[in-house]
């Protein structure tokens, strides 16, 4: 996974210590209700699009990009259906960071785009859609957890984003 200047210059001044971050996640859901998930290079687990926002990049804009640039599948973003926190993560090099999740529901721009959905990028080795009750084994928990709250947000939308607790 490659890592984004402005982490890398964090990095300097910081060396490994825990990076609080603002991240973003998609549930992208095509008009059979699957979603779209990506194979991660990194692990190997199968997992919900997400990435981290630039700096000054609005919420909605960088899952967009993030959607786009892992998937090739243009999005359009419908709502804000959950607020997590994860755990904070180590990485092999020795950076830790803990992450603000804002997760998104999305939709392909088009039937035609939902189609052209491919790894695009050094961060999926595949992607592909499923459907809710068969996903892939294995997925990342953070992956479950954004998927549950998204799910419950969509069955009540009235209700506002939901929160993990």
């Known amino acids: 996974m490659p890592v984004s200047p402005y982490i890398l210059g964090l990095r300097q001044h910081i060396g490994t210590d825990l990076l609080w971050l603002p991240g973003v996640t998609a549930v992208v859901l095509d008009d059979d209700g699957r979603v779209l998930l990506g194979q991660r290079s ?15 990049e609005e919420p909605g804009v960088g899952i967009a990009r993030e959607v786009l640039e892992e998937t090739g599948v243009p999005v359009r973003v419908e ?4 607020v997590t926190v994860t755990e904070p993560a180590a990485y092999p090099n020795g950076d830790r960071a ?20 491919r790894a695009n990028d050094d961060e999926s080795l595949a992607v592909g859609w499923f459907a809710p009750d068969a996903l892939p084994d294995g997925l990342h928990p953070d992956t479950v957890r ?3 709250l998204t799910l419950a947000y969509l069955a009540d ?9």
Do not use: K, M, T
């Not at 709502?79 to 959950?82: G, M, Q, S, Y």
């Open 42 to 56: 990194d692990n190997g687990r199968w997992a919900l699009v997400s990435g981290i926002l630039e700096p000054g």
């Open 98 to 117: 803990q992450y603000l999740d804002l997760c998104f529901v999305c939709r392909p721009a088009s039937p035609e785009a939902a189609a052209g959905a």
């Open 79 to 82: 709502a804000l259906a959950a």
């Open 146 to 148: 954004r998927l549950e």
């Open 157 to 165: 939308p009235a209700a506002g984003p939901h929160f993990a607790r």
